[in-house]
């Protein structure tokens, strides 16, 4: 796994500070949760993290992850969209608009808001412009990864809930490592190409605006199979690398047991003959 980050930055005229970063995936046979690429650190009303990725036909999980650095709502929002589309939060137009609509035309807003309810509940959590998608996150408890939130869970589960709090901004995060698990929903193509959008904050205001742009993995480029290399990135084996070690030691064993059978029968027939 690779990534590098741009050494300048540019300032728009809020005073916000504009970073990208590229994360190189990984295959399927080996994405995991100790390769998941590494989208950086936020806290409450420092930074803002948007992800430009695509699930292929040999690429259909992507794990990413996040560290959070102080208490407070996180929102996670995602949406299928073209890689060349323009990263931009429209949330706060929206509210805006929201809150017109409510004062000129109560009854209209009213109409439109159970419109809007009926189409969403078409989509699940993700509503129409996620379609295809799933999402899933993961908190870490006593060292090991906790599901917390399943946009495609049981709606009366507690991992449905957690996520549409996620997604609303309502949910209060605490400090420590999340991992984020995206892939398609059952309906969807597995040959289709589904490109998509992320976007992380935590509090309503940000200084810091980081862009993260996931390049495919040679073997999504050359439509392949195959595994990384013997250690990854933390120096761990990857699973699918260590039972193909524990293969070849049971091969050998096989064989040497095979080859001592042999030397045995031998010599036991060797001495019979004699005798």
Avoid: C
Avoid at 39 to 57: C, D, E, F, V, W
Avoid at 134 to 153: H, R
């Amino acid at each position: 796994m690779v990534s590098s980050i741009s050494s300048t930055t540019n300032v728009d005229d809020s005073g916000i500070s504009h970073w990208e970063k590229t994360v190189t995936d990984v295959n399927d046979v080996d994405e995991s949760f100790s390769n998941a690429r590494d989208l950086g650190y936020m806290r409450l009303n420092y930074a803002r993290i948007s992800t430009i990725g695509q699930l292929s036909k040999n690429d259909s999980v992507d794990i990413y992850k996040v560290q959070v650095q102080s208490n407070g709502k996180l929102t996670i929002s995602l949406r299928s969209g073209a890689e060349n589309d323009e990263v931009l939060d429209l949330s706060k137009y929206d509210a805006k608009l929201d809150s017109l609509k409510q004062q000129l035309d109560p009854e209209g807003y009213a109409k439109e808001q159970a419109e809007k309810e009926a189409e969403a509940a078409k989509y699940g959590l993700l509503g129409e412009y996620g379609e295809g998608l799933q999402i899933q996150v993961y908190s870490m408890k006593n060292g090991k990864e906790v599901l917390i939130g399943d946009s495609t869970a049981d709606p009366d589960s507690d991992e449905y809930a957690t996520m549409e709090q996620i997604l609303n901004g309502e949910y209060r995060a605490k400090k420590g490592d999340y991992y984020i698990k995206i892939s398609r929903t059952e309906d969807f193509d597995s040959n289709e190409a589904l490109p998509y959008i992320m976007q992380i904050k935590q509090g309503d205001n940000y200084k810091h605006d980081y862009v993260t742009t996931e390049s495919a993995s040679d073997d999504t480029k050359n439509g392949t199979t195959s595994n990384v290399p013997m250690t990854s990135t933390n120096g761990t084996l990857s699973a699918v690398n260590a039972l193909q070690i524990q293969a070849q030691r049971y091969e050998a064993t096989a064989q040497m047991l095979q080859v001592g059978y042999q030397n045995m029968a031998n010599i036991i027939y060797s001495r019979n003959s004699k005798s």
